[in-house]
Each structure stands twice: as C-alpha cells, then as structure tokens.
C-alpha cells in the first residue's frame, strides 16, 4: 500500500477514535461560547461547563451531548484524510532525501500547509455542527427573556415557556441544517461563512500541534528515531500536541463560532473583526475564552486518540 493510502486510510481511523471521544466536550464548548450575554442584573443560560452539562442533558438526555455529530461524522474520513494525506505529501517535498526525518520547523511548515487544505472542509461542516449544538441555548434564551419583560404580573408564563421551548428546535438535523442555508442564506457562499476565522485557526493550529507533536516524541524518545515510542508515549505525545493546538487559537474559534451561529437576517456581527472587537466591548478578555475548559479537557484525550489511532493503524498497513 502506498503511502497515500496509508494516510488516508489512518486519518480517517484516528479521526473517527478523536471524535467519539471528544465529540461531548465539544458541545459544551460551543453552547458556552455562542450563549448570548445576558442582561445586566441577569445571570447567564450557563453559569460553567458543568452546568451546561447539567441543564443539557436534563433537557435533552444524554444524546444532547452528541448533538450535532451527524454531520463531522460524515466527513471525518474526508477531512482527517485531507489533513494527515497532505501532511504527508508535504514531507515528502521538505525531506532533503527518502528516510531522513524531518525538523520540527520543517514539521511545523507541514502542519500549516495541511491546515490550509482542512480549512475548506472545516468550515461548512462546522457550521452546521455549532448550528445544532447551540441552537437550544440561542432559542431559548432571547425569546425567554422578552417574554418574560412583556408579560404582566401573574401573566402567561407557561406560554412564554413553551414558545422558547419550541423556538429552541429549527433545526432537524444536519441535512436540514444544510438544506436552510443553501435555500435562506446565499448558497453554497452561505456554507462557508466564517471560512477567515476557520483558516485563522487551523493554519497555525497545524502547525503548532505537528510541531509539538513531533518535538514531544523526540524528547521522549531521546532523538529523531521515535519508531520505538510505546503506546502510551504516543497517547502522551498527542494529548499535548491537542492542548498546544487549543492554547494558541482558541480565540479565534470563539469568533468562528459566534459567526456561523449568528442570524443571517438580522446579524450581530458584520465580520470577524467586528465580532472580535465586540466581543471584547461586551465580555472583556474572558469573552475571547468563553468554553476554553470543556475545550482543554476534550483535547488532551481527543487528540491522544486520534495520534494513537492514526500510528497505530499506519503501522499495520
């Protein structure tokens, strides 16, 4: 088998492994990002990450954490593919000659380039992943609140309720998530909003994580020859790799994601300049950061299995 084949065929297995595993985190993490700012005087949807935890599957069952998953599970092969296949052919192009390891600035040059290529694959599947992980936070909460200001004393309150319950739900799933967004929202162009942020994230989120990954295994192995790393080296290698990737862009996933969840018709933001800018005007420094906990929880493991997976499965091709 060549090598890719080999590439494709372990992307897409450790991406399958990071995903079952970190999928949960995830969804946290978007609901805790895309949570509108509340009032003042008023307490946010989510006061942390167990509480969202807490309220999402009190509402909908421990299923509300896989929640969106539909749709990076139907590309996971494509887009970890992509990811570790162009990561490949790129060092075969840095490789001065066959069988020479590379550098770690040669491993970081690699990884961003693979970032550049997920980035068109990420985008639109990561639209309509944050659209369903966060749509009960964002349905809920506005219409909850007016209601709430416009009912008289002893007023319908249970009605108020039930329409923010139903205005929770627009979304059947990730078809239909696609299939809006194609009809309501400019196209295929709709698909790839937030594309700058997207590419803001995994260009130089590459490129740190390979690097470190690379450099982790070469520190524990005591030099360029990691082909006799245990697996557990491995799992260790790759969970800080994951955190190294989160610790250098995490706000720019939080502009990402307040953008694809944004109204198309009436926005709140006109860019990923603007969302930044208000972001902080709103919420300060903490806003860039909103989720960064379920975030560096589900990297450290996530990412430990996909690496895992990933040379694992390579090995035995």
């Given at each position: 088998m060549g090598d890719v084949?080999?590439?494709l065929a372990a992307g897409?297995?450790?991406?399958?492994?990071?995903?079952?595993?970190?999928h949960p985190f995830d969804t946290i993490k978007v609901k805790l990002q895309s949570q509108p700012t509340p009032p003042p005087g008023q307490p946010p949807k989510f006061a942390g990450a167990i509480d969202a935890v807490k309220q999402t599957i009190a509402a909908e069952g421990p299923g509300g954490?896989?929640?969106?998953?539909?749709?990076?599970?139907a590309t996971v092969a494509a887009f970890n593919a992509v990811l570790f296949t162009v990561r490949g052919q790129m060092e075969t192009l840095l490789r001065s000659e066959p069988g020479v390891a590379l550098t770690i600035n040669q491993q970081?040059?690699?990884?961003?380039g693979a970032g550049v290529a997920v980035s068109f694959l990420a985008c639109p599947t990561e639209l309509i992943k944050c659209r369903l992980q966060a749509q009960s936070a964002l349905g809920t909460a506005a219409p909850a609140a007016a209601a709430a200001a416009?009912?008289?004393?002893g007023g319908p309150a249970a009605t108020?309720?039930?329409t923010a319950t139903a205005a929770a739900v627009k979304y059947g799933g990730p078809m239909d998530v696609a299939r809006?967004?194609?009809?309501s929202e400019g196209g295929v162009r709709g698909l790839f909003k937030g594309l700058v942020p997207t590419m803001a994230r995994e260009v130089p989120g590459n490129a740190v994580m390979f690097g470190v990954y690379e450099a982790t295994k070469q520190y524990m192995a005591g030099g360029q020859d990691t082909s006799e790393l245990g697996r557990g080296s491995l799992i260790l290698a790759g969970g800080i790799a994951g955190a190294a990737f989160w610790s250098s862009v995490y706000p720019t996933d939080?502009?990402?994601?307040v953008l694809q969840v944004d109204d198309f018709k009436n926005p709140k933001y006109s860019g990923s300049i603007d969302a930044f800018k208000k972001i902080l005007a709103a919420d300060g420094v903490k806003g860039l950061y909103k989720g960064f906990g379920p975030a560096m929880a589900r990297s450290v493991p996530a990412n430990g299995a996909c690496f895992l997976a990933y040379e694992v499965t390579k090995s035995l091709l």
């Open positions: 084949a080999k590439d897409t297995v450790g991406g399958a492994a990071q995903l079952v595993v970190g954490l896989y929640k969106g998953m539909g749709a990076p599970l970081v040059i690699a990884g961003a416009a009912a008289p004393a108020a309720t039930v809006h967004v194609l009809r939080v502009v990402k994601s």
